[in-house]
């Protein structure tokens, strides 16, 4: 059986979030390292558009 999951950028914001904030102790440190890991993905995406569209 193959099944699909959706993941919104929510998911991915808040998975981040909570993983840093186990990491580091600190809801601050937490919110702004989730948000650097967000923009580096994006980032990511954007220099490479063949690759995102090859995944869809």
Known sequence: MNRTETVT???LISLFY???LALYG???LAAVAAAAT???LLADRAERPEDAEEAA
């Open 9 to 11: 950028l929510g998911d």
């Open 18 to 20: 909570e993983e840093y």
């Open 26 to 28: 600190d809801e601050e």
């Open 38 to 40: 967000v923009n580096e």
